[in-house]
């Protein structure tokens, strides 16, 4: 479809994510035989999360190319049927994804990979709500002399050395199937309007479950502007003025 439509559709290539030469091999494959726009990943693999450090070589080597990552949700094996009878897409695609992006936070892999555009799903899933007490909970915040835990104001240690909420604003999120006022509300809280991505999550959802909720946000035209065409053109220049 890229080769047929080149101006007008964009590619994410897939990443074997368990295989770290093979993974180096398909990123150069992809960005320089495929001219693929970018890579999606799963919100975890197997029993792992991104922050893992067996994949930070991965993360490195897309840093390096200055290259995009959509992250797709996935259930880690540790949450499968964790609640009979509850569909794994009423709330665990969204916590793992919340548990991805904190794993790549406390593990540093954020802050090693300055140049990877990170894209976060469904308007951050639960990290924008969350982000406060992700800060809060650091490892090496200070303790009072009562030993209990005292606020660490930018959530900083050696893994994140420019604070956690430096970190999490200059991710990008999509809202798809997440446009409701609510989590657009928390996502608009944490990060600027340059970061943020329309999308709609079709065909798993109907699209009016994104369009129909986003005129109940009262977003400003600049705003609009932004969300739906100009952020992506930022990322994605060679689709600019189509």
Request: aromatic letters at 10%; one cysteine or more; proline letters at 9%.
């Amino acid at each position: 479809l890229v080769q047929k439509y080149p101006k007008r559709i964009g590619l994410f290539a897939a990443i074997p994510m368990n295989n770290t030469d093979g993974a180096l091999k398909e990123i150069e494959y992809a960005l320089d035989t495929l001219k693929a726009d970018g890579f999606q990943i799963g919100s975890s693999t197997g029993d792992k999360w991104p922050g893992d450090p067996q994949y930070l070589p991965i993360f490195q080597e897309i840093s390096r190319r200055k290259a995009s990552v959509f992250v797709h949700p996935y259930v880690n094996k540790c949450c499968k049927t964790l609640m009979p009878g509850i569909p794994e897409s009423v709330v665990e695609y969204d916590f793992d994804t919340t548990r991805c992006i904190t794993s790549m936070l406390y593990n540093g892999t954020l802050s090693a990979c300055p140049d990877m555009k990170l894209i976060v799903n469904h308007s951050g899933a639960a990290v924008p709500m969350l982000a406060g007490r992700i800060k809060d909970r650091v490892p090496g915040a200070q303790t009072s002399n009562f030993g209990t835990p005292k606020t660490n104001t930018d959530g900083i240690n050696a893994k994140i050395p420019k604070g956690v909420f430096f970190e999490l604003r200059k991710l990008y999120y999509e809202c798809a199937h997440a446009a409701y006022p609510f989590p657009l509300a928390a996502m608009m809280k944490l990060a600027p309007p340059t970061q943020y991505l329309f999308g709609t999550d079709y065909p798993a959802e109907p699209m009016e479950s994104t369009v129909d909720h986003l005129p109940e946000t009262d977003l400003s035209p600049e705003i609009q502007r932004a969300m739906n065409r100009e952020n992506a053109e930022r990322l994605y220049p060679r689709l600019k003025n189509l």
